[in-house]
């Protein structure tokens, strides 16, 4: 039987513990518990809350404010993954910069970053989002008509990214990506990119933009980009999003083709 | 594709080209030494005449050539008719005809180098050129062959250079030569040096070459010039071999930076002054006991009591310094009280007192003779004055040899500049400085109650453990039996965890942040030190209480037993009893030595478990989980860990005074320091590489060096005052140990003056020993270190004014040397 003073010794790890890694319990309690807890008590799920929440509170067709909305939830109600007021500007900057004709979207999730792109896209260019639960793609649907986009801008693709990467070419008629935003699973980023890489459609410039390859991480992605030496690429450091200690970063990759 | 061709391309030309010059070069060298030689031989001859000469050679016309020669062979006859007085003239004038042959030579090659062939196809050429020569020259000199034959015996050293009786064995020594020379050439190539010393002693060795006689040795000494070199090298290898783990150190230096390899040289030097004390106290004297010595067994303090016995060899036992181990030289309970022991006469209990007192005094003496070169060494430039031109230009560490360090470093210099920068704007505004000093306040609040709350525990445990003790461990559980140490250990470990982590809240720089961070841990650990001794004392007035008990107990017990056997049997033998069953005086000293030991033992226990869980087994799973987890581990949360080495100074700091502490009473204790130093640095060594990544956080390990010192300094003091305390003030106990039977543990010193000594100088000794004396010699000391003291000021103010007049003159020369251009400027 350990005796009590042994254990009264090991509060200031304990202490250290919960003040050193805060950011992670208070992540950990918005992110987990606070979703099963209203999983349980709503009976809807995290995604149809959020969607409820934005359709009462945002003007119909103003992209601007649908976001503001999700920003809200986001920070005050639960925790949704989407990238973020900060890393937004970001995406949003890098988009002007390129005004690129063909995007590829992985991952759209509940349609906050497809929103986010779609808005910053010039006169003419398609957004490609590939999502693969259906009913998140569902709620992205409603949530991109809510903000007035329509089938010619953005082409919602319901389907796991490694079937429908290989059939872009000859179901959609790509030649070449401009721009890939890259947010859905993490261990898919490699996968995907190598995929990509396979089927011809990155050309020299293509942008590629990976968010969170520091949290959660995608380690391999990032030992890939620095030994295959086909990218210029730079990792935009910032905070993860909607919380406030945990560092993130976004991979920009410039395809530079083979030299 | 094209690209990579013509690159090639573009090598392959360069690289001819680089032959070409190598090429041009040699051959120059050659020419030359050799026209130098003929010249110094043909000193007679008219300038006019050799200018001509070059001419023809140019033209390369060899009629011409040969007529000349036809010309100089018909001179050379008649000076040979004349007498020997031409000898000398000749041989210049074949010196002649050798460089017409050499010139043409050097044209070839010249041209082979231009039309960028390989080396070996030129000198072919040109040894095939070299036959032409000679085939078309054969005619002419059938002559003069005779004649100059001789004359080329004469000089032998120019046998390399004769072209015409090109026998194939010949033909070998030229080529040979030419070998030897590239051979040099080549050697002086690879030499780091700059290119005029090449030139230089490429001349100079061409030169010591040709005048075989007397430059003979020197040549064989510069060829083995570079086999010196390399002896010097494998011996200063070999040197650098013998000082123990330079290597390993060294290789840690490469990977982590200077502040990490500081640690190491710290518990090198550490390991060394330990080696001296286990020297002292094994040499002097648990040797001499354990030798010369009364055997085990013999006397009561010798034997295990006879309640012990049974359990005195269990392995629980010996791990806690109990039973067999206890009654042996490792404790101070074991020594007897025979004041000369062995046919050596060794004054055994004087030995003991001296070694104990000269072990701190030798300590003192080389922790302040360190601490005042290294003030001689860094105490010559200030920090303040040149802040960025010194993290400019001295910022780098050079001895990094590793990519990941060196990226760190980088990130830390440019960290670094960003800070000074901005310290540089705040040190002008003050915002909000309300709330940082609230937060100041309030972190400094939170350490105090962390600092209390251990202080507390630590105490509270110790009074349990007593409590403990007097029930009798036997009816106890291990974690009970061990409370103190586990306590203390953990506390050590995490508390500093937690006042790094109550740093962040009080937004300092990062250096005073450290220094911060140090003091507090220093606070801890002596806290903990101080508590875990007043809990040592009281124990100790506890036993001596328990020993008036015993002594009482006895005297009776001598006295029952004297009056039975005499009441039972009249025979006046002595009454022998088993050394066993004789009752004994808890002995105080050996106590005190046991929980010192049982303290080291726990505290490298904890070092060494925290080593391999807390570094090896983390750096295992976040290597080999990563591959299947769901965030990145190493770049994430757990990451590797990092060397703390301020922690690790600081628990080698406080390790240290506490075997100054407890050495007089175990003398074990620098024994088994020795032995931890010694596998803590193959541990730590394997563990830094094996496990750490480099500390983000890079401080200057040269600046706080004395920083250590010091702080072994004040260590050093604060734990000899309690031995000393104990030393002075306590009897010692009645039964055990060299001073048993005395009143103080001193009285040592006085009984061998008066025994040992002759009385007359034991008389000057109590003059001596007089205040009287003594006062105005400690007055005196004091004089003469405030003395120097003031001297050394003075001496440092002078420096700092100096410094200032040096800054003036640079500041005057700046402005006269910007003058003219400002002036300029205006007009």
Known sequence: ?259 | FLNESMSFIGDEQFEGGNKEKRHREKRRDGSKDRRKRANAKRRDRSRADRENEEFEERLGKREKGRRGRVKNDQEAKKREQEGGAGAQVKSGKTAKVKKNIKNEKRRISEKDGKAGERTEKGKKRVESAKKEIATVKHGTRDKTREEKKKKYKENSEDKEVKPESLSPDELEKLKEAVDEKKKLIQSLRGKPWPMKKKLVTLQETLRIQSHDDQGEWKWTLLMLHPKWMKFQRDFENFKTACIPWEMKIKEIESHFGSSVASYFIFLRWMYGINMILFGLTFGLVMVPEALMGRPYGSIPRKTVPRAEEASAMDFAVLWDFGGYAQYSVLFYGFYSNQRAIGWLKFRMPLSYFLVGVGTVAYSYMVVIRTMARNANESGVGDDNSFNFSWKMFTSWDYLIGNPETADNKFASITTCFKEAILEEQESRKDDNIHLTRFLRVLANFLVLCCLAGSGYLIYFVVRRSQKFALDGFENHTWWERNEVNMVMSLLGMFCPMLFDVISTLENYHPRVALQWQLGRIFALFLGNLYTFIIALMDEINVKREEEKIVKFNITMWEASLYNGTVSENFTASPITIHPADVPRGPCWETMVGQEFVRLIISDTMTTYITLLIGDFLRAVLVRFLNHCWCWDLEAGFPSYSEFDVSGNVLGLIFNQGMIWMGAFYAPCLPALNVLRLHVSMYLQCWAVMCCNVPQERVFKASGSNNFYMAMLLVILFLSTLPAIYTIVTIPPSFDCGPFSGKNRMFDVIHETLESDFPAWFSKVFSYASNPGLVLPFILLMVLAIYYLQSTSKSYKEANVELKKKLQMVIQIMKIILLLPTTVNNWQ
């Open chain 1, 1 to 259: 039987m350990v005796s009590g003073a042994i254990a009264l010794a090991f509060l200031p790890l304990l202490l250290t513990l919960i003040i050193r890694y805060r950011y992670y319990f208070v992540l950990f309690y918005r992110a987990v518990l606070v979703r099963i807890w209203k999983d349980c008590v709503t009976g809807l799920s995290r995604e149809e809350r959020a969607y409820q929440y934005v359709l009462t509170h945002s003007i119909p067709g103003d992209p601007d404010s649908i976001l503001d909305a999700f920003d809200y939830w986001c920070n005050k109600v639960e925790y949704i993954s989407n990238i973020g007021p900060k890393k937004g500007k970001i995406l949003d900057r890098i988009l002007m910069e390129q005004s690129p004709l063909t995007v590829l979207e992985l991952g759209a999730h509940c349609g906050y970053s497809t929103v986010r792109i779609a808005r910053a896209l010039p006169l003419g260019a398609r957004l490609y989002s590939i999502e693969m639960d259906q009913t998140n793609a569902a709620i992205a649907e409603k949530i991109l008509r809510l903000a007035g986009f329509d089938d010619d801008t953005v082409e919602l693709i319901v389907n796991p990214s490694d079937e429908v990467i290989p059939r872009l070419r000859s179901d959609y008629n790509l030649e070449r990506v401009d721009f890939v935003f890259m947010d859905h699973w993490k261990k898919c980023y490699l996968p995907d990119l190598q995929m990509l890489e396979e089927c011809g459609l990155l050309g020299k410039g293509s942008v590629i933009l990976a968010d969170n390859v520091l949290f959660p991480g995608a380690p391999k992605f990032l030992r890939y980009i620095r030994k295959s030496g086909l990218y210029e690429w730079k990792i935009h450091r910032a905070m993860l999003e909607y919380s406030k200690g945990i560092r993130d970063g976004m991979a920009e990759l410039v395809f530079q083709g083979i030299k």
